[in-house]
């Protein structure tokens, strides 16, 4: 799945899958929302691992706009984003 997708993104069919063409991403840390023309967004996948360092086939997406890219924001709103969902700081 390329993005989590709300229960009320739009049109929904009887199960529970989302029938619209297009479903607007938005940024996970100023909460603004992508328009398809912003190509310097950018969406990352932080595989999980498991206590032996084994990727365990889950990851979290976060999903970063390109307006933090541009004033040179992004790595410390990374860095929030996870340590908010406690994947950062790595722990042994």
């Given amino acids: 799945m390329a993005h989590r997708i709300q229960e009320n993104a739009g049109m929904i069919?009887?199960?529970?899958?989302?029938?619209?063409?297009?479903?607007?991403?938005?940024?996970?840390?100023?909460n603004m929302i992508l328009n398809s023309s912003d190509y310097s967004s950018v969406q990352i996948n932080v595989g999980q691992v498991d206590e032996n360092g084994v990727y365990n086939k889950k990851n979290s997406t976060v999903i970063l706009a390109g307006y933090l890219r541009q004033k040179g924001q992004s790595a410390s709103a990374l860095e929030a984003i996870l340590r908010q969902r406690g994947i950062f700081p790595f722990t042994q």
Avoid: G, L
């Avoid at 009887?14 to 100023?30: F, G």
């Fill in 13 to 30: 069919n009887d199960e529970k899958q989302v029938v619209d063409i297009y479903v607007p991403r938005k940024c996970q840390y100023t």
